[in-house]
């Protein structure tokens, strides 16, 4: 004997389904994690990535019930770390934290990059941003920028940056270009290491995210030149923008965001955005973060994929125009 379901029997059953597909997803997100879970910062520890990875850190452990720790895989201006995140596991145990606009970059500058951020992350959060800093040893004989560049004319000028290709090595060329200044980029692992050699002297000049470099600015170990936004910051009232130094219009800095392995089940990315937006903006990182110069930005995943793939396209015609290449 054939069975024929009535149409309410089919309308329980369609609902039963809708149901239970709907429930599957955060299900699985309210199951992950299932072990320790990996944040990657690319770049040497001290440098502005390292400072909110171990400031979120915690509260991210607390949220989420399981061990989180910082490791620090510095090399290749941070793609090392990146490929490293990008071939692992895609179950969000493995992170990445890093300055998104760094890793924009290097497509357009490494000629054998092993991965293709754009193919092989996907976004979870941006989480700061910070915009750059040009400061120089006290015993450098310039106060502004205009000074700068004429003593750049009559003497060598050994500039720290974040890695060749780095977004403050190609900030420091433009600066550079506009100011007609005349300079040689010394580049480091990290941007803690750009700055202590310059705090010791060993360099004149540095470039590096406001975040990890201004308690040097305010400790006298560092003077600053100049900041990259367009107008000044309330913070730091005192300090001139590069823009108001004739660079009309400059701005950079680092966006911090963390990423995944590509293939990352979208259940487990909303639950890892959600609890990194309530992380980053507690009040006591938010207000840790604020006293060192950076701003909390947060985006939705797909906002972040759409901005990384804008910074890739601005960089690449900076890149582009400064014949930068590195094999």
Known sequence: MTLHPNRRTLTKLTALLALAGLSALPAQ??????????????YAPGGSSDIIARAISQPLSEALKQSVIVENRAGANGNL?????????????????????????????????????????RGVTMLAYAPHMLAVHPSVPANNLK?????????????????????????????????KANWTYIPYKGGSQAVADTIAGQT???????????????????K????????????????????????TGFESGTWQGMLVSNGTPKPIIERLHAELVK??????????LVALGAEVVTMRPEEQDTFFNKERARWLKVVTEASIKID
């Open 279 to 288: 992380a980053i903006r507690s009040p006591e990182v938010r207000s840790r």
């Open 29 to 42: 997100a309210q199951n992950w994690p299932t072990g320790t879970i990996r944040i990657i910062v690319p």
């Open 147 to 179: 000074e700068l560049v004429e003593l750049s004319k009559k003497t060598p000028i050994n500039f720290a940056v974040t890695g060749m290709g780095s977004a403050p090595h190609l900030a420091g060329v433009a600066v550079e270009r506009a100011s």
């Open 224 to 247: 600053v030149i100049g900041i990259s936004k367009a107008q000044r910051m309330p913070l730091v009232a005192d300090m001139p923008t590069l823009a108001e130094q004739g660079v």
């Open 81 to 121: 770390g990146a490929d490293l995140v990008s071939k692992s596991k895609p179950d969000g145990l493995t992170l990445l934290l890093c300055d998104t606009g760094a890793l924009a970059i290097s497509p357009s500058v490494y000629t054998k990059l092993g991965f293709d951020p754009s193919k092989d992350l």
């Open 204 to 222: 004149h000049v540095v470039m590096n995210g406001m975040l990890a470099t201004l308690p040097y600015v305010q400790s006298g170990q560092l």
